[in-house]
């Protein structure tokens, strides 16, 4: 059984740092790409980050609205993927999505964990 | 603002079909069969419901049907029941933007 569970959520200060972790287990990790998605409270869905997988030499796209404060990554021997947040505002408050998908011309995102909050307030 | 336009609600009663839009442009669903839609009941994480234009994940009913003419991608729900109602979000590759989301549309069952 496909599982992707997410942590690191927590309440954080403007301007201050998180990194969320989602941990995957039930496939082959590494044959994977692996996003992450985010949804503000009472909005949508927006992506924010996906990594390729090694086939694909592990490369990154993001959001263009982020503006390079945030960096996706991912531990193939430990089946993580990462997504480091730097200078978060209030904006950024959401619930954080790890989703397996999204690159390597595979451009949907089949299994999603259940999500962690990220609140960001002072 | 959304990169694709979903209408902000559609509405159906048991046993009738209904379909949601999703418009996109040139650069996204014009251009790429890489259109997918997701469900989101209140509180839950996403389901794939349809992925590339018209397919279905393994073992999903097959009430749900995915379409793309021109600019615009459909998700047709039929004989709808009362579990369907929830948020739906459609997605397609941007070959500017990578991914793009439609802004949700809530469907209530009456």
């Known amino acids: 059984e496909v599982q992707l569970v997410e942590s690191g959520g927590g309440l954080v200060q403007p301007g201050r740092s998180l990194r969320l972790s989602c941990t995957a287990s039930g496939f082959t990790f590494g044959d994977y790409a692996m996003s992450w998605i985010r949804q503000a409270p009472g909005k949508g869905l927006e992506w924010v980050a996906f990594?390729?997988?090694?086939?694909?030499?592990?490369?990154?796209e993001y959001a263009a609205s982020l503006r390079g404060r945030f960096t996706i990554s991912r531990d193939d021997s430990k089946t993580i993927a990462y997504l480091q947040m730097n200078s978060l505002n209030t904006e950024d408050t959401a619930v954080y999505y790890c989703a397996r998908g999204g690159g390597s011309a595979r451009y949907y995102f089949d299994y999603w964990g259940q999500g962690t909050l990220v609140t960001v307030s002072s | 603002q959304s990169a694709l336009t979903q209408p902000a609600s559609v509405s159906g009663s048991p046993g009738q079909s209904i379909t949601i839009s999703c418009t996109g442009t040139s650069t996204d669903i014009v251009g790429y069969n890489y259109v997918s839609w997701y469900q989101q009941h209140p509180g839950k994480a996403p389901k794939l419901m349809i992925y590339?234009?018209?397919k279905r994940p393994s073992g999903l009913s097959n009430r749900f049907s995915g379409s793309k003419s021109g600019n615009t991608a459909s998700l047709t729900i039929s004989g709808l029941q009362a579990e369907d109602e929830a948020d739906y979000y459609c997605?397609?590759?941007?070959?500017?933007?990578?991914?793009?989301f439609g802004g949700g549309t809530k469907l209530t069952v009456l």
């Open positions: 990594i390729r997988n090694k086939a694909y030499s592990g490369t990154t």
């Open positions: 590339d234009v018209s």
């Open positions: 997605t397609s590759y941007s070959h500017s933007a990578h991914v793009v």
